[in-house]
């Protein structure tokens, strides 16, 4: 068990999930001296999901694992926004675990934009999911339009363009089921084909998990971009001709811990639900975990 002193720092809070004294359940050695002495322990579950990119943008940096959190300490939660234009704002858990921003169209980030890098780190005890854009493969610009990759999603990369300029999807996000029901996060957004004289296919889809469409334009027609979902991270479409929206999706933040590990504990902060034995709380805008 990590050392409760170095590892569990106090942050500045902004609103509270708070815990109150109770007696410690049983352990042993040094950690039962520790917990009866200093502090109250809880071990926690916990999905961190960032803002997507915007425009063929990335999903979404999402990181999963376990946290050991102790009383007397405040952990700020913030949520980040999905990119209006290029890349997404980071979420976190205090400075303990952060989810990067999706990147924009062509930038790099927790997963990558059309034509650009995945960022996202794993931390001790978890799991960071980022991809990389799709590459521009085929012919982008010449006398029968153009084309765009798809962005990144946590589960895999944004789709390629190809030699009749039709461009990628976006790369499928990642399922989770912390909150009692598997969820698809952190999509990748569509990319874009232009395409006259060839056949241009429908609109590229962005990925699951909330990747918003990229834009299509064909013979006159033309079909608009979709932003990413909000709290999933899904990364926006790239624009068309009949641009609907290419914004990226906001984040979220779950952190799920035993009903009866917290017993006789106040807890206050987040949407609260009750899964089996577990309590799940639920954050999609600035809040703070403190016991």
């Known amino acids: ?23 410690p359940p049983k352990m042993s050695g040094v950690d039962k001296i520790w917990r009866n002495k200093f502090s109250t322990l809880l071990n926690v579950s916990y999905l961190v999901v960032a803002g997507g990119g915007a425009s063929a943008g990335g999903g979404g940096g999402m990181v999963d694992g376990t946290l050991v959190l102790e009383s007397g300490n405040s952990y700020t939660i913030t949520i980040g926004a999905g990119a209006g234009e290029g890349t997404g704002s980071d979420s976190s858990i205090a400075d303990l675990i952060v989810g990067k921003g999706g990147g924009g169209g062509g930038a790099n980030g927790g997963s990558g934009g059309y034509s650009a890098s995945a960022t996202q780190t794993s931390p001790v005890n978890g799991t960071g999911r980022g991809s990389n854009g799709g590459a521009a493969v085929g012919a982008q610009n010449g006398n029968v339009g153009y084309s765009r990759p798809g962005g990144g999603g946590a589960g895999a990369a944004g789709g390629n363009t190809s030699s009749t300029n039709i461009g990628g999807d976006g790369g499928s996000g990642f399922a989770s089921s912390i909150s009692g029901s598997s969820t698809n996060y952190a999509g990748g957004g569509g990319g874009y084909s232009h395409c006259n004289g060839c056949l241009g296919g429908s609109a590229l889809p962005g990925g699951s998990g909330g990747g918003g469409r990229g834009g299509r334009y064909s013979f006159g027609v033309a079909q608009g971009s979709q932003s990413g979902q909000g709290n999933t991270g899904g990364g926006g479409g790239f624009p068309g001709n009949a641009d609907g929206g290419h914004a990226g999706g906001s984040g979220i933040v779950i952190i799920r811990y035993s009903t009866t590990d917290a017993e006789g504990l106040t807890i206050t902060g987040g949407s609260a639900t009750t899964v089996g034995g577990n309590t799940v709380r639920t954050f999609t805008s600035l809040g703070s975990f403190v016991f």
């Open 1 to 23: 068990m990590p050392n409760p002193v170095k590892s569990m720092a106090g942050q500045a809070v902004s609103s509270n999930l708070a815990f109150g004294k109770r007696r």
